[in-house]
C-alpha cells in the first residue's frame, strides 16, 4: 500500500517523465529498494529526504511536503536509550506506555511545551 510518501516519489517522478530506474540511480540506490520504500515494504534511510531534495532541486513548499510525508509515512519510531539517563530512559516509557490514552488537550499542551523547548 502507498504511503503518503510514495503517493510523493511516484508523483515526482511522473511529473519529471522518470522511470523508477531513472529515480533510483538519481538517489543512488537499487529499484528494488525505492519501490519498497514507495510501497511502504521498507523503511526510508536516514538521509533519504535529504537525497531526494538534493537530486530534484525542489522548492520550500515540496521540500516541506516531502517532509510530511516521509513523517506521517512512519509507523514507529525509536529512542536510542543507550546514553538517557535512568529518569529520561523512565520518561520515555512513561510517555510510550500512556500516549494512546491522552485526551486532544492534553497531546496538544505537550506539543506546545516541545515546540517552546525549541526555540
Do not use: C, W
Request: no cysteine; glycine share 6%; charged share 30%.
Amino acid at each position: 500500500m502507498l504511503t503518503q510518501l510514495g503517493k510523493f516519489l511516484r508523483k515526482l517522478r511522473i511529473d519529471r517523465g522518470e522511470l523508477l530506474k531513472d529515480m533510483a540511480d538519481n538517489l543512488g540506490m537499487s529499484s528494488s529498494m525505492l519501490s519498497s520504500i514507495e510501497n511502504n515494504n521498507r523503511k526510508a534511510p536516514g538521509d533519504f529526504v535529504a537525497r531526494v531534495e538534493r537530486a530534484y532541486q525542489l522548492t520550500a513548499v515540496q521540500a516541506q511536503e516531502l517532509a510530511d510525508a516521509a513523517m506521517h509515512s512512519i509507523d514507529s519510531v525509536t529512542i536510542d536509550m543507550k546514553h538517557l539517563s535512568s529518569g529520561d530512559q523512565n520518561l520515555a516509557f512513561s510517555f510510550a506506555r500512556r500516549f494512546s490514552d491522552l485526551d486532544e488537550e492534553s497531546k496538544r499542551n505537550i506539543m506546545d511545551i516541545l515546540k517552546k523547548g525549541g526555540e
